[in-house]
Nanobody
Framework: LVNLVESGGGSVQAGGSLTLSCETS????????MGWFRQAPGKEREGIAT???GGRTSYADSVKGRFTISKDPALLQMNSLKPEDTAIYYC?????????????????????????WGQGTQVTVSS
């Protein structure tokens, strides 16, 4: 059973930083692709960062240059936070070819390409 648990969310002022962690268990790495997503109230879930087993990364334009994804451990470093970054943040895992191709193509991750999800952690950025 694949299990993902996010932590590190909280409240921060605009311009501040947070680091989210994704504790993973129940699987072997293989060709895994990790992704980070977020969902703000009243909005659809948005893919923001993804990394493949070789360390290749891809980001949404909204976070490029401010957020950094890493694996082993699975982290999302968030700098220069803005009020519009306020959302519930989710980590996700996939072994699908579509998810791997997305990283190679430089796309932000897509929810339909990921099979395993954490429960989410709240990030609130105040102005």
């Amino acid at each position: 059973l694949v299990n993902l648990v996010e932590s590190g969310g909280g409240s921060v002022q605009a311009g501040g930083s947070l680091t989210l962690s994704c504790e993973t268990s129940g699987y072997t790495l293989g060709t895994i692709v990790m992704g980070w997503f977020r969902q703000a109230p009243g909005k659809e879930r948005e893919g923001i960062a993804t990394i493949d087993s070789g360390g290749r990364t891809s980001y949404a334009d909204s976070v490029k240059g401010r957020f950094t994804i890493s694996k082993d451990p699975a982290l999302l470093q968030m700098n220069s936070l803005k009020p519009e970054d306020t959302a519930i943040y989710y980590c996700a895992a996939s072994w699908s070819r579509r998810a791997r191709d997305g990283v190679v193509a430089g796309h932000a991750p897509r929810t339909e390409d990921f099979d395993y999800w954490g429960q989410g952690t709240q990030v609130t950025v105040s102005s």
